[in-house]
Every structure is written in structure tokens, then in C-alpha cells.
């Protein structure tokens, strides 16, 4: 008993001494993270760790090729990049990926463009409401991601999926759609600004864009927020500063937004009216 209670004791010495090493180990970024907010704020740009600051003010700093370089490696290991979606939508994956592809009340025969469609996750939820008649027009920078994407439908026979490749701030496709979604695209877009006006121009009037999309937790759980927002900008050029519900504003009055998972995900959708 004695001994197990000296040697219980001994490692909880080793535990604390590694910790407190690991905490003060010169600049590791890592360790930061754990050291404290303040550094981390410094380091990483985040303002202040409540979501009521000014995010607009401060830039993320990363670019097109950054996005490339990240999903080059999630588009050759599409069963990761599942993992860490079912983690990023704490399980509740399917659910809101059907929920958002709702929201666009299509019907069968319709073209929808799928915005960043990466491996293509929401493709069974769209395939089940326009129909082999339909079309997906499924567009992403990462050619990774859409040989995934390519691989999925392949599998599944579904033969109406157009694959584009390119930047969506470039975006222009030769048909006006019915609908426009993205799913955890739009804040991982650099220029997500020009990206939406092109997918707003490229619906037709009277039809709906509904995106899906993530933020950082508010109250007890923001004390994850340098590491959340550390793991997703450096893992999936996640720019959490962006304020999309107002961006998406600015070309659609008529807005209806609403958070689920604790506020961490959340649903935007509007009409676009005639001009
Ligand atoms: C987090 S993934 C989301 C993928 C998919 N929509 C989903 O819900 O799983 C972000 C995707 O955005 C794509 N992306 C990043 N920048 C882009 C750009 N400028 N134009 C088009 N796609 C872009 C990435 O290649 C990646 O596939």
C-alpha cells in the first residue's frame, strides 16, 4: 500500500515537473497555447477572448496557398478529414448537413452549386433531393478534395456532378442555379467577400443560398478558444474573424440565421430578390 502510495507520489512529481517544463520550454508554440491567453492573443491575432470584440479589425494572415497546402493533405485522407468533421460538428454531422441542404427547397431537376464542396460530404443530402434529373455543380481550389469528391461519386453512381476547379473569388459558371449552399467553405475562402457576391450572381432570382458554417464557443467553453482557433487556422485555414451573417447581409437583406451545437455552428439562408 505504502509503496504504491510513494510511487502514486513520485509520478505526480514527474507529471508537474514535465508540465511546468512544457509551460515554460522557451518560445514552443504549443506551449503558449497553455501558458496563457494573453501570449496567445499576441501570437495569433485573436483580440480578446469574448466573441463581442471587433474581429473585423484583426487579419488572419493566410492565404490561397495556404488553403492548398492544408487540403492537399485532408483531400488524400478523406477518412481523417470525416473524423475531423464529426469532431467540428460534434456528431450532429448529418443532421445539419441535411438541414442546411433544406433550406434551399429545391426539387427535382434542379442545378444547385456547392461551394467548396471539398470531399464532397454533402453530396448524398443534395443527390436525395434534386434526383438523377438534377445537377451538383461541385466547386473547390483543392484538387485533392474533388478527387475525393470524384472517388465518392463514383462509388455511390451518382453521374449529375459537374467537378470545377478553381477559386471561388474567380467563380463563373455559364448557368444560373437554383441554389447555392457551403458547408464550412466560406471561412476557410480567403477572399470570401468576392466569393460570395460571384455565388449570389450565380443564383437565380427568387432562389435561396444557405450556408453552413462555424464559430467559437461563447461562456464556459471560450477558455478553449486559443487552442480551437489555433488548431483550425493552422489545420483547415479556418479565419474565425469573419463576419459572415453581416457580409451575406450586404447582398441579402433578408437574412435568417440560427446557431446550433452551443452556438458553435450555425445556419445562414436568404432569397435573392430581384434587383
Ligand atoms: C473545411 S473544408 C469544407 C468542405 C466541405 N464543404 C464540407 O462541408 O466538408 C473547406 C474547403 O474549402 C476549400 N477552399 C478553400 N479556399 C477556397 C477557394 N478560394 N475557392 C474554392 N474552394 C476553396 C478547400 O479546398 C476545402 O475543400
Known amino acids: 500500500m505504502r509503496k504504491s502510495l510513494r510511487s502514486f507520489r513520485t509520478m505526480r512529481g514527474g507529471s508537474r515537473l514535465l508540465a511546468r ?33 471587433n474581429l473585423q479589425n484583426y487579419n488572419m494572415k493566410y492565404s490561397l496557398e495556404h488553403a ?17 468533421c464529426i469532431i467540428t460538428f460534434l456528431g450532429q454531422e448529418s443532421k445539419l448537413r441535411k438541414l442546411t441542404v433544406e433550406k434551399l427547397e429545391l426539387k427535382h431537376g434542379d442545378t444547385v452549386l456547392d461551394l467548396a464542396c471539398g470531399t464532397g460530404l454533402n453530396h448524398k443530402f443534395l443527390e ?46 455559364d448557368t444560373k ?35 453552413l458554417d ?20 493552422h489545420w483547415a485555414s479556418w479565419d474565425y474573424t469573419k463576419n459572415m451573417p453581416e457580409d451575406l447581409r450586404q447582398l441579402i437583406s433578408d437574412i435568417k440565421m440560427k446557431q446550433y451545437n452551443g452556438g458553435t455552428i450555425y445556419i445562414i439562408h436568404g432569397t435573392k430578390n430581384a434587383p
Open 21 to 53: 517544463r512544457f509551460a515554460t520550454s522557451h518560445n514552443s508554440r504549443l506551449s503558449k497555447i497553455f501558458v496563457g491567453n494573453f501570449v496567445v492573443a499576441k501570437n495569433f491575432g485573436y483580440p480578446k477572448f469574448s466573441q463581442g470584440a
Open 68 to 84: 492548398k497546402k492544408t487540403y492537399r493533405l485532408w483531400g488524400r485522407h478523406p477518412l481523417w478529414y470525416k473524423f475531423a
Open 128 to 173: 436525395g433531393v434534386v434526383g438523377p434529373d438534377g445537377k451538383i455543380i461541385a466547386f473547390d481550389y483543392s484538387n485533392e478534395m474533388l478527387t475525393a469528391a470524384k472517388q465518392r461519386a463514383k462509388e455511390n453512381k451518382w453521374n449529375n456532378i459537374i467537378f470545377v476547379q478553381g477559386d471561388a473569388a474567380q467563380l463563373s459558371l
Open 177 to 211: 442555379v437554383d441554389g447555392v449552399l457551403s458547408t464550412l467553405g466560406i471561412s476557410a475562402i480567403p477572399q470570401h467577400k468576392e466569393a460570395l457576391k460571384k455565388a449570389v450572381d450565380a443564383l437565380k432570382i427568387n432562389k435561396i443560398i444557405s450556408i
Open 214 to 233: 462555424a464559430q467559437l464557443p461563447s461562456g464556459f467553453w471560450s477558455m478553449f478558444n486559443p487552442l480551437i482557433a489555433y488548431v483550425y487556422k
